[in-house]
């Protein structure tokens, strides 16, 4: 199985300014037939689903707000949020979906400084 | 509107079963693998079965293979999980989603609470 791991655990950040979050799997999610990496981000919020922002490592889901953006490849890759608004406020899971059992990173919960 | 609402959640004593349903409005199952993921109390998301649109290929976790059961319905547009011997540690928000093909998880139903509890 595929580790996915997140740091860090739970950050706080000022209004406006950057988030970042890192994960790390614990092998390559690149495809080399296709050069895609098979890597998502999703936001929860409590009480509420998780909502599909980033796929295919960088790519913006449709109405994901251009603040939100995701980068990296193979083992590495990041989330950043650019200026940080109240309606960040969540939890972010990573997920590669390269392979089965589909696998999330724990998690990260970001609030407001 | 698209959406995916799950029912069949409640309280099941240790060994008991539960199956929970999974209905799609607004959209088709066709051409999309079908998810369960489960999210226990205060915890973080964990993968449990897919099932491709024709129902010819099934996946699970290794925490429940043998005792969960993933069909579909595309005439009813409806998925299905069928939970036997259940334990305390099934206990969680079970959520579906539709993905397309072999990508993420798009669309999420809103969930049904599992309680195992005797």
């Known amino acids: 199985d595929i580790v996915m791991t997140q740091s860090p655990d739970s950050l706080a950040v000022s209004l406006g300014e950057r988030a970042t979050i890192n994960c790390k799997s614990s092998?390559?999610?690149?495809?080399?037939?296709?050069?895609?990496?098979?890597l998502a981000w999703y936001q929860q919020k409590p009480g509420q689903p998780p909502k599909l922002l980033i796929y295919?490592?960088?790519t913006r889901e449709s109405g994901v707000s251009d603040r939100l953006s995701g980068s990296g490849s193979g083992t590495d890759f990041t989330l950043t949020i650019s200026s940080l608004q109240a309606e960040d406020v969540a939890l972010y899971y990573c997920q590669q979906y390269y392979s089965t059992p589909r696998t999330f990173g724990q998690g990260t919960k970001v609030e407001i400084k | 509107e698209v959406q995916l609402v799950e029912s069949g959640g409640g309280l099941v004593q240790p060994g008991g079963s539960l199956r929970l349903s999974c209905a799609g409005s607004g959209l088709s199952f066709r051409d999309h693998w079908m998810h369960w993921v489960r999210q226990a109390p205060g915890k973080g998301l964990v993968w449990v079965s897919y099932i491709n649109s024709d129902g010819t290929t099934t996946r699970y976790a290794d925490s429940v293979k043998g005792r969960f059961t993933v069909s579909i319905d595309n005439a009813k547009n409806t998925l299905y999980l069928q939970m036997n011997s259940l334990r305390a540690e099934d206990t969680a928000v079970y959520y579906c989603s539709r993905a397309a093909d072999s990508g993420p998880f798009a669309v999420w139903g809103q969930g049904t609470v599992v309680t195992v509890s005797s």
């Open positions: 092998q390559s999610v690149l495809y080399s037939s296709n050069n895609k990496n098979y």
């Open positions: 295919w490592a960088s």
